[in-house]
């Protein structure tokens, strides 16, 4: 093989794992020149994880959805426990109105700016199964709880509650005490605690009614957001070899967000379901390897 081709050949099998670590560490530079230093050695680690873990599942396929785990409750744990509850950073969707009408501006917004505006357009929702620390724990009942008639996603549920959350915000504002700004840190350690066991909780009851990750495909105003802007994604899961597919529909069965993975399959189209996050639960479940998180066209 001549070098041109070994080059190809390497990019490949790298790109996601490069593009990762590319990604991470430019957005780790931006937000140090804009606020932090800090925030470059946190995003710098982030893509330097993915860069890591994905070279080994490379190397090892058979361990994917161990190395995603591994990463998931590492990010997801470092986010809630070190930087929420040991620095009082909260990230979730609420606390960016309570910023908002508090003049200023911390990691809820950075956080989403970063994970739900920006790397969607690379990786999609791929956040949402290896950096939420509230789908962590969803994630460890998924497999042992099933509902006989799971629902898809509701658009007017899905943005109903999300106003819901941005009216609930304003009227705490106005008339409690705002948790943002440094005065209300003990304020807002707890606030994090309660909203986080509110959401944890109601995504677990929700799963015995609506099926697996309830709250991530019907209600998280994170994924609603994201949601939109998954089209223009440039890694998507991906059919690369159509023709070896026997149907078997382990694909679909494998989907924690009831996506028709089989269906796409079938019709050689890379997954548009704008609910798909990434997770490759599909990909490890195919004994025949024919799906493939890439930038290519399916085959």
């Excluded at 943005?159 to 700004?181: D, H, K």
């Excluded at 109601?202 to 990750?213: C, E, K």
């Excluded at 890379?270 to 390897?289: F, G, M």
């Amino acid at each position: 093989m001549d070098t041109p081709n070994k080059i190809k050949a390497l990019y490949n099998k790298y790109s996601i794992a490069v593009w990762a670590y590319i990604c991470f560490t430019i957005i780790g530079i931006v937000v140090w020149i804009i606020r932090d230093i800090r925030y470059f050695f946190l995003f710098n680690g982030i893509g330097s994880s993915e860069l890591i873990t994905r070279i080994i599942v490379i190397r090892y396929p058979q361990h994917r959805q161990l190395m995603r785990r591994i990463i998931q409750i590492f990010i997801g744990s470092l986010l809630l426990f070190m930087l929420g509850l040991g620095f009082g950073v909260d990230f979730q969707f609420e606390h960016i109105f309570f910023d908002l009408q508090a003049g200023i501006v911390t990691g809820a917004l950075i956080h989403g700016i970063i994970a739900r505006l920006v790397i969607p357009f690379v990786f999609g929702n791929a956040c949402c199964s290896r950096a939420c620390w509230d789908g962590m724990f969803f994630e460890a009942m998924n497999s042992k709880t099933r509902c006989k008639t799971p629902t898809k996603r509701n658009p007017w549920i899905a943005w109903g509650y999300m106003a819901l959350l941005i009216l609930m915000t304003i009227f705490v504002a106005r008339y409690f005490t705002n948790p943002s700004g440094d005065e209300h840190e003990l304020l807002r350690k707890k606030w994090i605690i309660a909203q986080n066991i509110f959401i944890v909780t109601l995504g677990f009851i929700l799963t015995f009614v609506w099926g697996s990750r309830a709250y991530c495909r019907m209600l998280c105003p994170y994924m609603t957001i994201s949601s939109l802007l998954y089209r223009f994604s440039f890694f998507k899961i991906t059919p690369i070899k159509s023709a070896d597919c026997t149907q078997c529909g382990a694909c679909s069965n494998a989907c924690p967000m009831l996506i028709d993975v089989k269906e796409s399959v079938r019709k050689k189209e890379k997954i548009q379901d704008p609910q798909c996050i990434l997770c490759e639960r599909c990909v490890s479940a195919c004994k025949r390897n024919v799906l493939r998180i890439s930038h290519k066209k399916a085959e």
